[in-house]
Protein backbone atom coordinates (compact mmCIF):
# COMPACT_ATOMS: atom_id res chain seq x y z
CA UNK A 1 0.00 0.00 0.00
CA UNK A 2 1.36 3.60 -1.34
CA UNK A 3 2.07 5.62 1.44
CA UNK A 4 -0.51 7.92 2.77
CA UNK A 5 -0.30 11.90 1.78
CA UNK A 6 -1.72 13.69 4.51
CA UNK A 7 -1.10 16.89 6.29
CA UNK A 8 -1.52 20.72 6.45
CA UNK A 9 -0.22 21.57 2.83
CA UNK A 10 0.84 18.44 0.30
CA UNK A 11 2.25 18.99 -2.93
CA UNK A 12 2.78 16.21 -5.26
CA UNK A 13 5.07 16.31 -7.32
CA UNK A 14 3.89 12.80 -9.10
CA UNK A 15 0.92 11.09 -9.92
CA UNK A 16 0.03 9.21 -6.92
CA UNK A 17 -2.42 6.40 -6.44
CA UNK A 18 -4.93 6.75 -3.82
CA UNK A 19 -7.25 3.94 -2.28
CA UNK A 20 -10.60 4.31 -0.96
CA UNK A 21 -11.10 6.19 2.30
CA UNK A 22 -7.85 8.17 1.41
CA UNK A 23 -7.75 11.57 3.44
CA UNK A 24 -6.36 15.32 2.36
CA UNK A 25 -6.67 18.02 5.26
CA UNK A 26 -6.65 21.58 4.12
CA UNK A 27 -5.16 22.26 0.44
CA UNK A 28 -2.86 19.98 -1.24
CA UNK A 29 -1.41 20.27 -4.55
CA UNK A 30 -0.92 17.78 -7.51
CA UNK A 31 0.96 19.07 -10.42
CA UNK A 32 0.04 15.75 -12.39
CA UNK A 33 -2.83 13.17 -12.60
CA UNK A 34 -5.14 12.01 -10.05
CA UNK A 35 -6.16 8.38 -10.25
CA UNK A 36 -8.88 7.08 -7.24
CA UNK A 37 -9.44 3.63 -7.73
CA UNK A 38 -12.33 2.45 -6.42
CA UNK A 39 -12.45 -0.60 -3.44
CA UNK A 40 -15.12 -3.50 -4.66
CA UNK A 41 -14.92 -4.40 -0.81
CA UNK A 42 -16.33 -1.49 0.43
CA UNK A 43 -18.58 -0.03 -2.03
CA UNK A 44 -20.14 2.76 0.23
CA UNK A 45 -16.44 3.96 0.86
CA UNK A 46 -16.25 7.56 -1.21
CA UNK A 47 -13.36 7.61 -3.42
CA UNK A 48 -12.18 11.20 -2.29
CA UNK A 49 -12.95 13.13 1.20
CA UNK A 50 -11.58 16.16 1.46
CA UNK A 51 -12.59 18.99 4.09
CA UNK A 52 -10.65 21.97 2.10
CA UNK A 53 -9.63 22.64 -1.51
CA UNK A 54 -7.83 19.83 -4.07
CA UNK A 55 -5.90 21.64 -6.56
CA UNK A 56 -5.13 19.85 -9.68
CA UNK A 57 -3.67 20.63 -12.68
CA UNK A 58 -3.80 18.03 -15.10
CA UNK A 59 -6.25 15.10 -14.94
CA UNK A 60 -8.79 13.87 -12.19
CA UNK A 61 -9.68 10.33 -12.71
CA UNK A 62 -12.20 8.36 -10.53
CA UNK A 63 -13.59 5.58 -10.88
CA UNK A 64 -16.58 5.66 -8.68
CA UNK A 65 -17.94 9.37 -7.16
CA UNK A 66 -16.63 12.26 -5.93
CA UNK A 67 -18.22 13.84 -2.69
CA UNK A 68 -17.24 17.01 -2.12
CA UNK A 69 -18.54 19.41 1.13
CA UNK A 70 -17.25 22.58 -0.51
CA UNK A 71 -16.48 23.77 -4.36
CA UNK A 72 -15.39 22.14 -7.43
CA UNK A 73 -13.48 24.90 -9.53
CA UNK A 74 -12.43 24.54 -12.58
CA UNK A 75 -10.67 26.84 -15.26
CA UNK A 76 -11.24 24.09 -17.92
CA UNK A 77 -14.13 22.57 -19.34
CA UNK A 78 -16.27 20.16 -17.05
CA UNK A 79 -18.09 16.92 -18.61
CA UNK A 80 -19.92 14.66 -17.47
CA UNK A 81 -21.90 11.66 -19.05
CA UNK A 82 -18.40 10.23 -20.02
CA UNK A 83 -17.07 13.66 -22.15
CA UNK A 84 -20.74 13.81 -23.78
CA UNK A 85 -22.19 16.77 -22.01
CA UNK A 86 -20.17 20.52 -21.44
CA UNK A 87 -21.52 22.07 -18.44
CA UNK A 88 -20.89 25.83 -20.73
CA UNK A 89 -22.59 24.14 -23.98
CA UNK A 90 -26.31 24.28 -24.53
CA UNK A 91 -28.64 22.50 -21.80
CA UNK A 92 -30.03 19.47 -23.77
CA UNK A 93 -31.38 16.10 -23.25
CA UNK A 94 -30.61 12.59 -25.74
CA UNK A 95 -32.55 9.60 -25.66
CA UNK A 96 -32.53 6.76 -27.61
CA UNK A 97 -35.34 8.03 -30.64
CA UNK A 98 -38.71 6.95 -30.06
CA UNK A 99 -39.76 5.71 -33.80
CA UNK A 100 -36.07 5.01 -35.80
CA UNK A 101 -34.48 1.81 -34.33
CA UNK A 102 -30.56 2.97 -34.06
CA UNK A 103 -31.05 6.20 -34.04
CA UNK A 104 -31.18 8.83 -30.92
CA UNK A 105 -33.31 11.60 -30.35
CA UNK A 106 -31.55 15.15 -28.80
CA UNK A 107 -33.57 18.68 -27.91
CA UNK A 108 -32.11 21.51 -26.08
CA UNK A 109 -33.89 23.79 -23.77
CA UNK A 110 -35.70 27.09 -24.71
CA UNK A 111 -33.41 29.97 -23.63
CA UNK A 112 -34.92 33.91 -22.29
CA UNK A 113 -34.13 36.91 -20.34
CA UNK A 114 -36.21 35.82 -17.51
CA UNK A 115 -37.44 33.01 -15.05
CA UNK A 116 -40.09 31.96 -16.79
CA UNK A 117 -43.09 29.40 -16.65
CA UNK A 118 -45.51 28.22 -18.81
CA UNK A 119 -48.55 25.75 -19.34
CA UNK A 120 -50.24 24.92 -22.47
CA UNK A 121 -53.50 22.81 -23.78
CA UNK A 122 -56.36 23.08 -25.50
CA UNK A 123 -60.16 24.31 -25.20
CA UNK A 124 -63.23 22.22 -26.60
CA UNK A 125 -66.69 24.28 -25.94
CA UNK A 126 -65.42 26.10 -23.05
CA UNK A 127 -64.39 29.45 -22.31
CA UNK A 128 -61.75 29.34 -19.00
CA UNK A 129 -58.52 28.26 -18.40
CA UNK A 130 -57.68 27.03 -15.30
CA UNK A 131 -54.18 27.60 -13.76
CA UNK A 132 -52.36 25.67 -11.33
CA UNK A 133 -52.92 25.80 -8.04
CA UNK A 134 -49.23 26.48 -7.19
CA UNK A 135 -49.05 30.04 -9.69
CA UNK A 136 -50.57 31.89 -6.85
CA UNK A 137 -47.07 31.91 -5.25
CA UNK A 138 -44.85 31.25 -7.98
CA UNK A 139 -46.20 33.39 -11.07
CA UNK A 140 -46.59 37.20 -11.20
CA UNK A 141 -50.01 38.14 -12.61
CA UNK A 142 -48.45 40.88 -13.99
CA UNK A 143 -46.61 39.26 -16.24
CA UNK A 144 -48.86 36.73 -17.62
CA UNK A 145 -49.61 36.47 -21.27
CA UNK A 146 -51.95 34.29 -23.48
CA UNK A 147 -51.36 33.15 -26.89
CA UNK A 148 -54.29 31.42 -28.65
CA UNK A 149 -54.94 29.73 -32.08
CA UNK A 150 -58.43 28.80 -33.00
CA UNK A 151 -59.17 25.50 -34.41
CA UNK A 152 -61.63 25.12 -37.52
CA UNK A 153 -62.58 28.21 -37.99
CA UNK A 154 -62.34 31.78 -37.11
CA UNK A 155 -63.89 32.97 -33.39
CA UNK A 156 -63.13 36.25 -32.75
CA UNK A 157 -61.52 35.06 -29.21
CA UNK A 158 -60.45 37.72 -26.47
CA UNK A 159 -58.72 37.51 -23.31
CA UNK A 160 -61.55 38.71 -21.29
CA UNK A 161 -59.95 39.07 -17.73
CA UNK A 162 -57.51 36.97 -16.10
CA UNK A 163 -55.45 36.48 -12.98
CA UNK A 164 -53.32 33.92 -11.30
CA UNK A 165 -55.61 31.40 -10.84
CA UNK A 166 -57.40 31.09 -14.25
CA UNK A 167 -58.29 33.21 -18.09
CA UNK A 168 -61.34 33.60 -19.31
CA UNK A 169 -61.75 34.04 -22.93
CA UNK A 170 -64.67 35.55 -24.80
CA UNK A 171 -65.56 35.26 -28.93
CA UNK A 172 -67.39 37.03 -31.13
CA UNK A 173 -69.58 35.13 -32.61
CA UNK A 174 -70.08 31.74 -30.32
CA UNK A 175 -70.29 30.47 -27.14
CA UNK A 176 -68.35 27.50 -28.05
CA UNK A 177 -64.72 28.22 -27.64
CA UNK A 178 -62.86 25.92 -29.83
CA UNK A 179 -58.74 26.72 -29.51
CA UNK A 180 -55.28 25.68 -28.47
CA UNK A 181 -53.88 27.42 -25.67
CA UNK A 182 -50.10 28.75 -24.48
CA UNK A 183 -49.95 31.05 -21.16
CA UNK A 184 -46.50 32.17 -20.13
CA UNK A 185 -45.49 34.07 -16.75
CA UNK A 186 -42.76 35.35 -14.78
CA UNK A 187 -41.56 33.42 -11.30
CA UNK A 188 -42.45 35.99 -8.68
CA UNK A 189 -40.15 33.27 -6.01
CA UNK A 190 -36.85 34.71 -6.87
CA UNK A 191 -35.29 38.24 -8.08
CA UNK A 192 -35.68 38.87 -11.40
CA UNK A 193 -33.00 38.07 -13.87
CA UNK A 194 -30.48 40.74 -15.02
CA UNK A 195 -29.70 39.92 -18.73
CA UNK A 196 -26.60 41.61 -19.37
CA UNK A 197 -23.99 43.50 -17.52
CA UNK A 198 -20.41 44.49 -17.59
CA UNK A 199 -17.34 42.28 -16.83
CA UNK A 200 -17.41 38.71 -15.72
CA UNK A 201 -19.29 36.43 -13.86
CA UNK A 202 -18.65 37.51 -10.67
CA UNK A 203 -19.55 40.98 -11.67
CA UNK A 204 -23.22 39.66 -11.58
CA UNK A 205 -24.84 43.03 -10.30
CA UNK A 206 -27.73 40.55 -9.19
CA UNK A 207 -27.80 37.49 -6.43
CA UNK A 208 -25.51 34.72 -7.97
CA UNK A 209 -26.88 32.14 -5.34
CA UNK A 210 -29.96 31.97 -7.24
CA UNK A 211 -28.13 31.31 -10.83
CA UNK A 212 -27.79 27.67 -11.88
CA UNK A 213 -25.06 28.49 -14.72
CA UNK A 214 -25.00 26.58 -17.77
CA UNK A 215 -25.23 27.83 -21.34
CA UNK A 216 -21.96 30.40 -22.43
CA UNK A 217 -18.34 30.43 -21.68
CA UNK A 218 -16.74 31.93 -18.47
CA UNK A 219 -13.43 32.17 -16.88
CA UNK A 220 -14.36 30.23 -13.68
CA UNK A 221 -17.27 27.47 -12.79
CA UNK A 222 -18.05 26.86 -9.61
CA UNK A 223 -20.34 23.67 -9.86
Known amino acids: MPEKYIGNKTHFNKPPTMWDGQEVFNTSNLYGNLN ?3 N ?3 PSTPNINTDGNVNVKKDVNVDGNVNVKKNIK ?3 EVYSNNGSHK ?3 KKNFDI ?3 TKDGWRLTHSCVEGPEAAVYIRGKLINKNVIKLPEYWKKLVDPNTITVSITPIEFHQDIIVKKFDSTEIILESKDTTNIHCFYHVYGERIDTEKLIAEYEGNIEDYPGDNSERSIAGYHYDK ?3
Open 87 to 89: LSS
Open 40 to 42: DEE
Open 96 to 98: PHP
Open 221 to 223: KVI
Open 36 to 38: VIK
Open 74 to 76: AKG
